[in-house]
């Protein structure tokens, strides 16, 4: 596999990653993926490529590990965004533009703006603008100008990303995905998403992302995930985080340690009563953050919550670990997670918050994260 490096550019107060493979000295290659897509999808086509090239393949705003846009997505952001991209790899020289689904798009209207720039254009699986009449403008317009009336309002993103955001700061990669079946992926929520498939998951995204030197960090159910998660890419693993989280033995259910007397369960998921949520696990929130959290709860994969744990050799392996109780916390109790420190010889850490220290103290978690 042909290894990648990352740059970052800020490009109209949006930070951008850029993903590159191969020397400067070779032409340039711009590979665009399309919508919910990233750059890292690139990797299996440039390890079949036949010759060297400079290959540099961007994570467009809102994607991969570029920042988020306060200000909404247009396609014009997409060309002047590229268009400053070439600017930088490839100043004075014309490109060879590759271009899939979205990016197809993006690739194939910049050729047309700047031609002179593009030396040739591939579009994989492109779509185009829709096919619209003169007579359509003015009703279209229309509805523009009354959306502009609208003042549309965006709410910072908050949970572990308040403290994903510190450690980039700091000078780290951060990641934090969803899991299957959970918060906006709800919509996938099916029978047999179990602990070990939320696992797989993490596993592939550090293989896939090809990432080393990994630092997991996890909170309640979290640590479930990422006992097993650690265990399948044990020789990408640096350090594990359990923030509040359970940390479970092999063959161990969460009801074991775990009593919730106000769970509410469906066919398929299981969770917290939403007036339990507002009034112990988001108690210590200040009352904005606390109903942002409560709009944003969602209900948990049944059988990942359910089913017993499944580990081959976590319990016999030295890990790199940290275990931080949150006092406040009532759930996972004291004495399992000191359990867990103790048995994998981890650090103790203790914060004065309730359960989601991401939340409420994403300052003093950061700091333990990145003293260690």
């Given at each position: 596999?042909?290894?990648?490096?990352?740059?970052?550019?800020?490009?109209?107060?949006?930070?951008?990653?850029?993903?590159?493979?191969?020397?400067?000295?070779?032409?340039?290659?711009?590979?665009?993926?399309?919508?919910?897509?990233?750059?890292?999808?690139?990797?299996?086509l440039v390890d079949a490529f036949a010759r060297d090239w400079l290959v540099i393949a961007p994570d467009w705003r809102g994607f991969?590990?570029?920042?988020?846009?306060?200000?909404?997505?247009?396609?014009?952001?997409?060309?002047?965004?590229?268009?400053?991209?070439?600017?930088?790899?490839?100043?004075?020289?014309?490109?060879?533009?590759?271009?899939?689904?979205?990016?197809?798009?993006?690739?194939?209207?910049?050729?047309?703006?700047?031609?002179?720039?593009?030396?040739?254009?591939?579009?994989?699986?492109?779509?185009?603008?829709?096919?619209?009449?003169?007579?359509?403008?003015?009703?279209?317009?229309?509805?523009?100008?009354?959306?502009?009336?609208?003042?549309?309002?965006?709410?910072?993103?908050?949970?572990?990303?308040?403290?994903?955001?510190?450690?980039?700061?700091?000078?780290?990669?951060?990641?934090?995905?969803?899991?299957?079946?959970?918060?906006?992926?709800?919509?996938?929520?099916?029978?047999?998403?179990?602990?070990?498939?939320?696992?797989?998951?993490?596993?592939?995204?550090?293989?896939?992302?090809?990432?080393?030197?990994?630092?997991?960090?996890?909170?309640?159910?979290?640590?479930?995930?990422?006992?097993?998660?650690?265990?399948?890419?044990?020789?990408?693993?640096?350090?594990?985080?359990?923030?509040?989280?359970?940390?479970?033995?092999?063959?161990?259910?969460?009801?074991?340690?775990?009593?919730?007397?106000?769970?509410?369960?469906?066919?398929?998921?299981?969770?917290?009563?939403?007036?339990?949520?507002?009034?112990?696990?988001?108690?210590?929130?200040?009352?904005?953050?606390?109903?942002?959290?409560?709009?944003?709860?969602?209900?948990?994969?049944?059988?990942?919550?359910?089913?017993?744990?499944?580990?081959?050799?976590?319990?016999?392996?030295?890990?790199?670990?940290?275990?931080?109780?949150?006092?406040?916390?009532?759930?996972?109790?004291?004495?399992?997670?000191?359990?867990?420190?103790?048995?994998?010889?981890?650090?103790?850490?203790?914060?004065?918050?309730?359960?989601?220290?991401?939340?409420?103290?994403?300052?003093?978690?950061?700091?333990?994260?990145?003293?260690?």
């Open positions: 596999m042909k290894t990648s490096r990352s740059e970052f550019h800020t490009i109209r107060g949006i930070r951008h990653h850029v993903r590159l493979w191969g020397d400067t000295g070779q032409p340039a290659l711009f590979l665009l993926h399309g919508w919910m897509d990233v750059s890292a999808s690139f990797q299996f991969g590990l570029s920042s988020w846009s306060k200000e909404g997505y247009w396609f014009q952001d997409y060309y002047a965004d590229l268009d400053t991209l070439i600017d930088i790899y490839s100043p004075g020289e014309p490109v060879n533009l590759v271009g899939h689904s979205m990016g197809g798009n993006v690739a194939c209207t910049y050729t047309g703006i700047r031609p002179a720039r593009v030396r040739k254009l591939i579009s994989l699986e492109g779509f185009g603008a829709a096919r619209n009449s003169p007579d359509m403008a003015p009703a279209r317009y229309e509805r523009w100008l009354d959306q502009l009336k609208e003042q549309p309002s965006f709410r910072p993103y908050t949970s572990f990303d308040a403290v994903a955001e510190r450690l980039r700061k700091a000078g780290h990669e951060a990641f934090t995905p969803t899991l299957d079946g959970c918060a906006e992926r709800a919509g996938s929520l099916r029978p047999g998403i179990t602990n070990t498939l939320h696992a797989r998951e993490i596993a592939q995204l550090l293989y896939y992302e090809d990432l080393h030197d990994v630092v997991l960090i996890g909170t309640s159910c979290g640590g479930m995930v990422m006992s097993e998660a650690a265990e399948m890419a044990r020789p990408r693993i640096a350090r594990l985080v359990f923030a509040d989280a359970l940390v479970l033995k092999d063959g161990e259910r969460l009801s074991d340690i775990v009593k919730r007397p106000t769970a509410v369960n469906t066919e398929l998921a299981t969770g917290v009563a939403r007036d339990d949520a507002v009034n112990r696990l988001f108690k210590d929130l200040d009352p904005r953050l606390r109903d942002w959290a409560a709009e944003r709860t969602t209900l948990h994969p049944k059988a990942a919550m359910e089913e017993p744990m499944k580990l081959k050799s976590f319990w016999q392996q030295k890990w790199n670990a940290d275990v931080v109780w949150c006092r406040r916390s009532t759930n996972p109790p004291q004495a399992h997670q000191r359990r867990a420190a103790t048995d994998l010889g981890a650090r103790w850490h203790e914060i004065d918050t309730g359960h989601y220290p991401m939340l409420s103290t994403p300052d003093e978690l950061a700091r333990i994260i990145l003293a260690s």
